[in-house]
């Protein structure tokens, strides 16, 4: 079998869009597939910062991994397919989301440090990033470099060691005249076929 770690940040639930293009790569995942679905929204996740801070940090020094804190990052770094799906906010994806990536970001378990620089230790193949976004900012829209969601995501990836990046997104929904029945037909056909051939 293959896990896969679907991280769900899809904050208005089932009102979501992005939402709809994860059920829809959810139900067509090959059947040696076995999901394990993290609701940030039912998630106490935590900035680093004060005590929390320290703590994490006496901790990476005396290189306890097993502290219950760096369960998430463990989890991240075993499974071995990440599926993420957020919408484009402020140009990126929701905080909630960024919170979670600060959490798992651990030297020592997602990463480690190897003579002079990092080196990604996930075991995961594939990333894959799922999004609906209200402008359009897919390539060719003239406004790719506002989009700061999948472009970090994609980052994040090749800095965790995780070899392929796929982004399926659902784009300019809320504008004006948009036919969002369609465009979210079409993202959600997409994101099936590509769960298909995972
Ligand atoms: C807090 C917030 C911030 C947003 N920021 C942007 C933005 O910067 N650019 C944009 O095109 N749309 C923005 N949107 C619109 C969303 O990208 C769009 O409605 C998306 O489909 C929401 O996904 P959902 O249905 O999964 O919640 C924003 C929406 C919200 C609620």
């Not at 359009?136 to 969601?149: F, K, R, T």
Request: glycine share 6%; proline share 3%; aromatic share 10%.
């Amino acid at each position: 079998m293959r896990s896969v770690l679907v991280v769900n940040c899809c904050i208005r639930r089932e009102e979501s869009r992005t939402g709809q293009l994860l059920d829809s790569f959810v139900s067509a995942l090959p059947e040696d597939c076995e999901v394990e679905e993290l609701v940030l929204m039912d998630e106490q996740l935590f900035p680093l910062t004060g005590l929390f801070f320290d703590e994490r940090q006496a901790l990476l020094e005396t290189k306890d991994f097993n502290d219950p804190r760096f369960l998430r990052a463990h989890r991240f770094a075993d499974a071995d397919i990440i599926v993420i799906a957020a919408p484009f906010w402020d140009l990126s994806f929701p905080a909630l989301l960024k919170l979670y990536i600060e959490n798992i970001s651990v030297d020592g378990i997602t990463f480690r440090a190897v003579d002079n620089h990092l080196e990604g230790t996930c075991r995961a193949s594939d990333m894959i990033f799922l999004t609906t976004r209200g402008g359009a900012y897919a390539q060719g829209s003239g406004q790719e470099d506002m989009e700061m969601g999948s472009r970090y995501l994609k980052a994040l990836s090749k800095f965790f060691g995780i070899a392929r990046y796929h982004l399926v997104a659902a784009d300019g929904i809320d504008m004006e005249g948009a036919d969002v029945d369609a465009i979210l037909y079409k993202a959600s056909e997409e994101a099936a076929a590509l769960a298909e051939g995972i």
